[in-house]
């Protein structure tokens, strides 16, 4: 996966589960972490969460001195990584077209199980 997701998912040797019924229904939300076409790089994929949806009016780099606001077009998302030091994504490519959204992850599987919710870390299982 790379460093843009930490700390919800290491660089290397995680194994996560996806479905792809949500994206296609149109029922991602803000907070969901999805695999994507990359844009820049069509033959691979990226995973990012989805911070802004189509009408929102977002900050595109709240690390930016002078910032710059826009609105998400119609059928696209604004996606960003975690790790917002170390992400190449929206802030750099723009916002992402729905249709290359493959799928919604819900789990990680390995090393440890986690279930993925909506929201900015994971959670869990209860014990």
């Given at each position: 996966m790379g460093p843009s997701m930490l700390p919800t998912f290491n660089e290397i040797g995680d194994v996560v589960a996806q479905e792809h019924i949500s994206p296609r229904l149109g029922l991602l939300e803000i907070g969901d972490v999805v695999v994507c076409v990359s844009p820049t790089?069509?033959?691979?994929?990226?995973?990012?969460?989805?911070?802004?949806?189509?009408?929102?009016?977002?900050?595109?780099?709240?690390?930016?001195?002078?910032?710059?606001?826009?609105?998400?077009?119609?059928?696209?998302?604004?996606?960003?990584?975690?790790?917002?030091?170390?992400?190449?994504?929206?802030?750099?490519?723009g916002p992402v077209p729905y249709a290359l959204i493959r799928g919604r992850v819900f789990a990680k599987l390995w090393p440890e199980l986690r279930w993925i919710k909506n929201g900015m870390a994971p959670i869990s299982e209860p014990k």
């Amino acid at each position: 996966m790379g460093p843009s997701m930490l700390p919800t998912f290491n660089e290397i040797g995680d194994v996560v589960a996806q479905e792809h019924i949500s994206p296609r229904l149109g029922l991602l939300e803000i907070g969901d972490v999805v695999v994507c076409v990359s844009p820049t790089t069509p033959g691979r994929s990226v995973c990012k969460r989805i911070l802004g949806m189509p009408g929102d009016y977002i900050c595109v780099d709240p690390t930016e001195r002078n910032r710059r606001y826009l609105t998400v077009p119609r059928g696209h998302v604004w996606l960003q990584g975690d790790n917002m030091s170390n992400s190449t994504d929206s802030r750099s490519y723009g916002p992402v077209p729905y249709a290359l959204i493959r799928g919604r992850v819900f789990a990680k599987l390995w090393p440890e199980l986690r279930w993925i919710k909506n929201g900015m870390a994971p959670i869990s299982e209860p014990k």
